[in-house]
């Protein structure tokens, strides 16, 4: 319909006919049609469900063997099994009568809600991400006020997913921006450690200050390197060529003992000073310079705000170069590569720039943790990091930078909040040790969040120009890149 | 700027006007994709300032002389040539030629040897921009944001190669601006200025192309190559297309170049149309001449028997020997058991010439088309050496299809599409499945109908 003309009566624009119901069904105001669905129906799938568990169940949970002198002691644990059957009995029926045949299911309702809440008040995420930063800010203070006895602990914990949030972010400029799956990330942060760690040990005045350039500059000359030979590469066979590189430069540092110290590691790395004092007890340190009593938990401080400080960096970068050609033609280059050539953008200086600008913050996140742990060896940087990473960021969803900051909030942070589930073991007797199903549940955390936002917690892409209305464009338009 | 004021040069002058004033040409131009020549030495001119259209049927090598033009294809033979600046430059073009450079410039002149450059090159250094076939936008981008990453290569420079941008010094700023500016310039002549804002792919077709147009204008082309851009446009939206193009020329001076199949856009904007079949030139000059072309009406429309142009040598051949033997030889009927049509140099090709007569059989000629691999066009051929039924092509041995195929130039064709076990079914009054279509009039044929013949009952023999 053309603009509404004037002085037309309200009711002669109203759509009428299958427009009307078409826009009904836009806002979900149409009646659902009903399932046809009696309670008769749900009560029989409840009850198939039932006798299945019963069936399975049977051998699973009822019956229990143990090695007993003589043989095997059979025991049965009749309750268990009646107890599992009345679950998925009960569960079944509430799946059907308020979702499968409700007539307006539970969970659209809940989701409207959800959705509702968040129309309700458009600038609550602005403010939501604004006081996260404030709270990352005083976060040390925080924990150092609220809770004196363990701060030394959730400080660690701060500083380990700061960590994962600026590899995140370096990871995101290739994955997420150019669109180049890369599954060997974690070899930029090996080589960011190992840099740090051999120049310290190799040239004594080299302390962390130092270091952390050459570290970045280092990784991102790998980070060409590695670009070069993927330059043709596309989809699957990018992916298994970068995983292949990480693979090539933990297995050189595990075998160049003379070098690396192979297995053994890497130890005595110095830690960071602050303008030139060190963190340490007695003459001279920080704590005697500035005259305040001496405390552990400085260090930690420290360490805290360098990575904060850093990561920021990380994300001031990203977002600026997204807003310059570079960071617009490697968004391009996810979406068409063939079109970018046709319009004049060299995709290769395009994909190196990607591939050395993610490496070198990689290598500066490897160098802050070559100086926090102060010993590092090849075991840190197993294929499983680099699938961490990876993971963080695609849950995150591809090229959101606030995605990165929740995932690896979730990810990092939930795994380790497990641990503190003793309570648990209160409800299930004293056998039960959550800390032993804590990937079982963050393995379902992941499928649910997949399930319910395939392309990631923050999907939307955000226009790097905006004309006169900033919109947000929704994943389904967004090309994944390569090896997706 | 604009060569249409000066109107066409006079005909049969010494140079066309885009031969005078070329901005672009192809030279020798021939691509081969294996054993398969898709380009074959083809040359033109296209004018400084005019439309000029490539024209010519499915598989024509259209696509690929863009490609090639474009540098997403390196030929394998041939010169292209990108001129900026006025005149055919033929010294500099020279020089450039044997010095092994790639491009020579100075003062807004420059010669640019295509064929030497990488695509990326060939639109930011060569000035040449291109559409695709197949739309290719920035989908995820929204349309302001496509035509700020063509405009990649001043931005890159003005923003200090990005270390001034980090640093957000003012001079990116307004360079940015800039180019905000141009993209609003295009969006509003391609009257997408309301949706500037909104991604690329939730665009209505038409104006995804549109888009398209306006991202290749905004890398400051002097040649705008436009592949198939009014395909699956309405005649409204065909007709404002016209009207842009007509625009980019007159206002901008830059010339086009395109390739279309809806002849409406190309015979009402061209300048100059260049027609193409089989990877060769057939027909050049402007909208009427080549109209007039009964090359290019064959080409479109198929050939009469007496405009035979595809297979000269073999009809040559078969006149000749016609004339010795006419008088000598009369019509015999049904399949002849003596050779008739004697090939000068039979014996050169492997196997045996089967058994042809000069005149079809009394009973008459089969529509041989009904034959599945059989055209009009090998239609012609077989009747040429004497081949007039089915049965004929029903009694071949091996060594007759041997001969055949070579001399017909597709050795191993005849196996493949079984024409023998296809003639002997024919030849008793059957159908194949492909009989089946032609006769249905789904497939083109020599002969409308259940093969009714020109002379006689068609495949019933």
């Known amino acids: ?454 392309r990631g917690l923050v999907s939307t892409r955000e226009p790097s120009a905006v004309l006169k209305e900033k919109k947000k464009i929704g994943a389904d338009m967004v090309a994944q890149g390569e090896g997706h | 700027m604009n060569a249409m004021t000066g109107k066409k040069a006079p005909e049969g002058a010494a140079l066309r006007r885009w031969e005078q004033d070329p901005v672009l040409s192809v030279e020798h131009l021939t691509m081969r994709f294996g054993g398969l020549v898709a380009v074959g030495d083809l040359s033109f001119d296209v004018g400084r300032g005019d439309i000029t259209a490539l024209i010519g049927p499915n598989g024509a090598g259209k696509t690929t002389v863009f490609n090639c033009v474009t540098g997403f294809y390196k030929p394998t033979e041939g010169r292209i040539i990108m001129r900026h600046g006025p005149g055919r430059q033929d010294d500099t073009v020279k020089t450039v030629t044997d010095s092994g450079l790639r491009f020579h410039k100075e003062d807004g002149q420059g010669v640019y040897l295509l064929e030497r450059m990488p695509d990326h090159e060939i639109s930011h250094k060569a000035k040449v921009a291109r559409t695709f076939q197949n739309i290719r936008l920035f989908g995820g981008m929204t349309c302001l944001e496509n035509l700020l990453v063509a405009q990649h290569n001043p931005l890159v420079v003005a923003s200090g190669f990005s270390i001034g941008g980090i640093l957000g010094l003012p001079s990116y700023k307004n360079a940015e601006e800039e180019a905000i500016e141009k993209a609003v310039y295009w969006l509003e002549r391609t009257h997408l200025i309301d949706r500037a804002d909104d991604p690329a792919s939730d665009l209505p077709y038409g104006a995804q192309r549109r888009l398209e147009i306006a991202r290749a204008m905004c890398t400051g082309p002097e040649l705008l190559c436009l592949d198939e851009p009014a395909a699956g446009l309405n005649p409204r939206e065909s007709a404002e297309l016209n009207e842009l193009l007509r625009y980019i020329r007159d206002e901008h001076g830059t010339s086009v170049l395109l390739i279309e199949h809806d002849m409406g856009v190309v015979m009402e904007i061209s300048d100059h149309i260049i027609v193409l079949d089989y990877g060769v030139k057939i027909s050049d000059g402007t909208a009427d001449e080549v109209k007039a072309d009964p090359k290019v009406i064959a080409a479109y429309l198929g050939v009469d028997d007496e405009e035979e142009i595809d297979v000269p040598e073999v009809l040559e051949d078969v006149k000749e020997v016609v004339e010795e033997h006419e008088e000598q030889v009369h019509a015999s009927s049904g399949v002849p058991e003596v050779q008739e049509i004697v090939i000068a140099d039979a014996g050169n090709y492997p196997g045996r010439q089967p058994l042809g007569t000069i005149n079809p059989p009394a009973s008459g000629a089969n529509n041989l088309t009904r034959i599945k691999g059989i055209g009009p066009q090998n239609e012609r051929k077989l009747n040429a050496l004497g081949i007039w039924t089915f049965g004929q092509i029903a009694a071949w041995g091996q060594e007759e299809v041997e001969w055949v195929g070579s001399y017909l130039a597709f050795p191993g064709r005849i196996e493949r599409e079984g024409w023998v076990s296809q003639a002997r079914v024919l030849a008793e009054g059957g159908d194949t499945e492909f009989s089946k279509r032609v006769d249905g009039g789904k497939v083109s044929s020599s002969r409308p109908g259940r093969g009714a013949a020109k002379n006689n009952n068609g495949g019933k023999a």
Request: charged share 15%; net charge positive; proline share 5%.
């Open chain 1, 1 to 454: 319909m053309a603009g509404p003309a004037k002085n037309v009566p309200a009711d002669i624009q109203k759509p009428a006919g299958a427009q009307a119901k078409a826009e009904a069904r836009r806002d979900g105001t149409q009646p659902p049609v009903p399932t046809g669905k009696t309670m008769q129906d749900s009560l029989r799938d409840a009850l198939t469900a039932a006798v299945l568990v019963g069936v399975l169940g049977l051998f699973f949970i009822n019956v229990r063997t143990d090695i007993a002198p003589g043989g095997l002691d059979v025991t049965t644990r009749w309750v268990a099994w009646f107890v599992s059957i009345l679950i998925a009995f009960a569960g079944r029926l509430a799946l059907n009568v308020f979702v499968f045949n409700a007539r307006k299911p539970a969970t659209e309702t809940l989701g409207k809600k959800v959705a509702a809440l968040g129309n309700a008040a458009p600038g609550t995420g602005k403010w939501l991400l604004r006081g996260l930063f404030i709270f990352a800010c005083i976060l040390p203070f925080f924990f150092t006020m609220l809770f004196p006895g363990r701060d030394r602990q959730f400080i660690d914990l701060a500083i380990l997913i700061m960590t994962y949030i600026m590899l995140g972010w370096g990871l995101n400029i290739v994955v997420g921006l150019a669109g180049l799956l890369d599954l060997g990330y974690v070899a930029f942060y090996a080589v960011g450690a190992y840099s740090f760690a051999l120049l310290a040990q190799y040239f004594d005045f080299i302390g962390f200050w130092v270091a952390l350039p050459l570290a970045g500059l280092l990784a991102a000359v790998w980070g060409m390197v590695l670009g070069f030979p993927v330059l043709r590469l596309r989809g699957d066979y990018l992916a298994i060529v970068t995983l292949a590189f990480g693979e090539i430069i933990r297995v050189v540092l595990l075998n160049w003992y003379e070098f690396t110290g192979g297995p053994d590691g890497i130890s005595g790395i110095p830690k960071p000073t602050f303008f030139g004092l060190e963190l340490k007890r007695g003459e001279g340190g920080f704590a005697d310079f500035f005259g305040i009593a001496y405390d552990p938990i400085h260090r930690f401080i420290f360490l805290y705000y360098i990575i904060f400080a850093l990561a920021l960096l990380t994300n001031f970068v990203t977002m600026r170069l997204r807003r310059l050609p570079i960071g617009r033609a490697w968004e391009a280059l996810r979406e068409d590569e063939i079109a970018c050539r046709s319009l004049g953008i060299n995709t290769r200086n395009t994909k190196l720039t990607a591939f050395s600008i993610g490496a070198m913050f990689g290598g500066f996140a490897g160098s802050f943790f070559a100086t926090r742990q102060g010993f590092i060896s090849p075991e840190s940087f197993t294929f499983l990091e680099s699938a961490i990473i990876l993971a963080i960021v695609v849950l995150g969803g591809l090229g959101s930078q606030v995605g990165v900051v929740i995932a690896s909030v979730v990810m990092i942070g939930g795994i380790e909040m497990l641990r503190n589930l003793g309570f648990l073991s209160q409800v299930f007797g004293p056998g039960f040790d959550p800390v032993q199903y804590r990937m079982l549940i963050f393995g379902l955390a992941m499928v649910l969040i997949m399930v319910w936002k395939p």
